[in-house]
């Protein structure tokens, strides 16, 4: 996918370089390039972006909320009533 995206830039900085105003040759660059390969990367990158924040969900959340959670021992425990007993 990169090869394909600089070989597109590569192409675009040729076409705005034919323009025959600077102003032209950055709205070639700005529309036929920036642009498109923003959206592009951005709709590509949904499935990482997706994976990271579950990840990040996953490392913080994992085993919460949940009966009979494990310990390091690999025990079973049960949630805490915080009513500072110890029973």
């Not at 709709?43 to 494990?70: F, Y």
Request: aromatic share 10%; proline share 3%.
């Amino acid at each position: 996918m990169w090869i394909v995206a600089i070989a597109w830039i590569y192409v675009v900085v040729l076409m705005a370089a034919t323009e025959p105003t600077v102003v032209g040759g950055i709205m070639t660059f700005v529309f036929y390039c920036a642009v498109p390969l923003s959206i592009l990367f951005y709709l590509t990158g949904a499935k990482r972006r997706r994976q990271r924040r579950q990840m990040a969900m996953g490392g913080q959340d994992q085993g919460r909320d949940k009966p009979g959670n494990k310990d390091a021992a690999g025990d079973a425990t049960e949630a805490s009533h915080g009513d500072g007993d110890g029973d």
